[in-house]
């Protein structure tokens, strides 16, 4: 059986913890630490969490090491979280958005898994992220809620 590898930002980490994210965001914890996903995280996410309350950078340690990668930071994904940014899907302010959608891309992840409904869960934007990684000679990227990812889970 093929491994589902799930990229996640920190919305989703918080999301755990969050009330009206919390249901589907635990629901796709469990399979987190059952291993029917592998959660694919980044140092970019990692940094990010770095300001999150303990109990939110806690929910990491719940994911056995070995249903988890972490992608490393690249001058790769760099250019293309500019281009991005340079095609104007999302300002300046938004290039940690960008740089998610980058890494993503880059880690050929089967799914960019976020709440972020503003600048990346959002439907013009996915078409402009994946226009710019056609460009650019990269793959389409997959983007959605915790939510969407669990509708075709059986036993969650």
């Avoid at 630490?33 to 770095?50: A, D, K, N």
């Avoid at 806690?58 to 250019?79: K, V």
Wanted: net charge negative.
């Amino acid at each position: 059986m093929k491994r589902f590898y799930v990229y996640i930002d920190a919305s989703v980490i918080g999301g755990c913890e969050d009330s009206e994210f919390a249901e589907a965001t635990l629901a796709l914890w469990q399979l987190f630490i059952r291993g029917v996903y592998i959660m694919v995280l980044s140092e970019h996410t990692l940094r990010e969490l770095q300001g999150a309350p303990q109990s939110v950078r806690n929910r990491l340690l719940e994911i056995p090491e070995a249903h988890q990668i972490i992608l490393s930071d690249t001058p790769e994904a760099d250019t293309l979280a500019e281009a991005y940014l340079s095609h104007g899907i999302v300002g300046p302010g938004s290039r940690s958005d960008a740089l998610h959608v980058a890494l993503a891309t880059i880690g050929r992840v089967d799914v960019l898994v976020s709440w972020n409904f503003r600048h990346i869960v959002n439907l013009g934007r996915i078409r402009l992220f994946n226009a710019v990684n056609l460009e650019q000679g990269y793959g389409l990227i997959e983007i959605r809620t915790p939510k969407e990812v669990l509708s075709g889970e059986k036993d969650v």
